[in-house]
């Protein structure tokens, strides 16, 4: 396995501490969170199920015998499992690049505790480095991206990737976030976004990020 999949693995795999016997798990979507639904798996008799963020992570859960439930249908939800693109030392991330933002940021939302999973290659000091992910009404997209241009940001259109709600994602380029709260609610200020990958307002309660020295948690 490469060094970074032991990473994320080692972090994933940590994340079991934070999960409640008899309760509903938020999972979800991406190659890290995969690790972790393999090792949710060890203990899916203890857990009720869990709320997921995407038909790729619903699918893996289920393979598992894992029942997942329909969010409106759940009760409390103590705790949210997934990663990130990049997280800064406040726990702000952006998120998205496996285009499941809307269903994680509405989770996220839920939840009562995030643990944010990664290797440590995505801490980063100013987030914006890797593009940011804005899910778009289909005829909306020219509309927004003229707009996301008049923010100073350089929008490039996802070709090809429609998400679960089937909507477009245009990837957010050259921008240096220096403010990311007010950057995240200006983007859902433009008519026709559905949500934008910025997880500010409500970031990750903690951190558990894979090393080479072990797994590293931030609070
Ligand atoms: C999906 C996400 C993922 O959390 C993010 O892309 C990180 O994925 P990975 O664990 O594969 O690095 O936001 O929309």
Not at 170 to 194: A, F, T
Request: charged residues 25%.
């Amino acid at each position: 396995m490469a060094a970074s999949d032991e990473m994320k693995k080692a972090a994933a795999e940590a994340a079991l501490e934070y999960v409640e016997n008899g309760t509903i798990v938020g999972v979800g979507t991406g190659s890290t969170v995969n690790f972790f639904i393999d090792a949710l798996a060890t203990k899916k008799d203890d857990i009720e199920g869990a709320v997921s963020s995407s038909e790729e992570s619903t699918a893996r859960l289920k393979a598992h015998g894992i029942p997942v439930f329909d969010l409106n249908a759940a009760g409390p939800v103590p705790v949210y499992i997934d990663g990130a693109d990049e997280i800064n030392e406040h726990g702000q991330m952006i998120k998205g690049g496996g285009a499941a933002l809307t269903r994680e940021k509405i989770i996220a939302a839920v939840a009562e505790k995030y643990v944010c999973i990664a290797d440590q290659s995505k801490m980063v000091g100013i987030l914006g480095k890797f593009p940011l992910p804005v899910e778009v009404i289909p005829m909306a997209r020219s509309y927004v991206a003229r707009e996301i241009v008049k923010l100073g940001g350089d929008p490039e259109w996802r070709q090809g990737v429609t998400t679960d709600n089937g909507n477009w994602i245009l990837d957010v380029h050259n921008l240096e976030i220096m403010k990311p709260m007010e950057l995240e609610d200006k983007l859902n200020n433009i008519v026709g976004v559905v949500t934008n990958g910025l997880f500010a307002a409500r970031g990750a309660n903690i951190a558990l990020l894979g090393s080479p020295d072990g797994v590293k948690k931030y609070e």
